[in-house]
């Protein structure tokens, strides 16, 4: 019996060799090849895509950025709540100190301290033995006068007063004397009423003195205002006067004891009588007398008391 031949012819290893290594050469060129693969469609399609794909990128950028502003916003804004919470703590250990403070004053006695007595302003007199002459009691030797007028707002109660006291002071006047007369008010600005205008001085003439009448009475349509007693006084030195009479019905806008050291050194080398007339219900106001009576004694002048 004859044996079959069970020999298989195959392909010859050349030929395998061959269809692989253009296998693998196929596959690479595919690779390097597929970024610049392009499907189906239109150039303009293609750059549309390739648009949209940048403006995602550049997208995914500002998000970046933006996300990181925020981080850094957020970690600001946590500082700066730490650090309120610091001072809302000092504060409120503040107000306690405060508090504390308040009470320890509370319970403190206050020492009242003892006032001089206020000397009673004497009633005008006759003419003094020794001097020229006295007005309204104001015994003086002075020649020349400046008088100034308070034409404050609560003035306007004493209205007839102030223009009765100006006219006796005007009164005894001749020619022998210069006088002017300056009105002041805070309107709210300190302004100044002037007989005559600038700093002149007029005679005691009878016309002259009837001007001055005139003028005291349109002084009373003015009355408003506050009281800056401080610069009126000031004003009333660039006169060359030898004697200025004040008269006023209430305390002024600056400190009293302020005004009082400020004119007197003004007044230490000039040596200007300065006298002072209360107008009004001045015995109701201790503070107003007061100031009164030391401005006047430290400036060589008088007070003196006008009331209904």
């Given at each position: ?104 004053v509370s319970d403190t006695p206050v020492p009242v301290p003892a006032l001089d007595p206020v000397e009673e302003p004497r009633p005008p007199t ?183």
């Amino acid at each position: 019996m004859k044996i079959p031949n069970r020999e298989t012819t195959v392909f010859s290893t050349s030929a395998i060799d061959l269809f692989a290594s253009a296998l693998g050469a196929f596959i690479l060129l595919v690779m390097l090849l597929f970024p610049f693969y392009r499907h189906g469609g239109s150039d303009e399609d293609f750059a549309r895509t390739r648009d949209v794909m940048e403006q995602r990128r550049l997208a995914a950028g500002q998000i970046e950025q933006l996300s990181d502003a925020a981080r850094a916003l957020q970690r600001e804004l946590e500082t700066v709540t730490e650090a309120n919470l610091g001072l809302e703590e000092r504060i409120a250990r503040t107000r306690n100190d405060l508090r504390d403070m308040e009470r320890q004053v509370s319970d403190t006695p206050v020492p009242v301290p003892a006032l001089d007595p206020v000397e009673e302003p004497r009633p005008p007199t006759a003419l003094v033995d020794g001097v020229e002459f006295s007005i309204l009691g104001l015994a003086t030797e002075s020649k020349s006068f400046v008088i100034v007028v308070d034409m404050s707002g609560s003035m306007m109660n004493y209205e007839g007063l102030m223009l009765r006291a100006v006219l006796d002071i005007l009164a005894p006047l001749d020619e022998s004397n210069r006088f002017a007369i300056v009105g002041f008010q805070g309107n709210p600005e300190p302004v100044l009423w002037r007989f005559p205008g600038g700093l002149g001085m007029l005679a005691g003439s009878e016309e002259n003195l009837r001007q001055a009448g005139e003028f005291t009475r349109g002084l009373a349509r003015k009355f408003v205002g506050s009281t800056p007693t401080h610069y009126a006084l000031q004003a009333a030195f660039e006169y060359p006067a030898n004697a200025i009479i004040l008269m006023s019905d209430g305390e002024p806008n600056s400190p009293p004891g302020y005004i009082v050291e400020s004119i007197t050194r003004e007044n230490q080398f000039r040596q200007t009588e300065l006298h002072t007339v209360a107008i009004g219900d001045y015995t109701h106001n201790r503070n107003l007398v007061l100031f009164l009576q030391t401005l006047s004694r430290l400036n060589n002048g008088d007070f003196v008391g006008v009331s209904r």
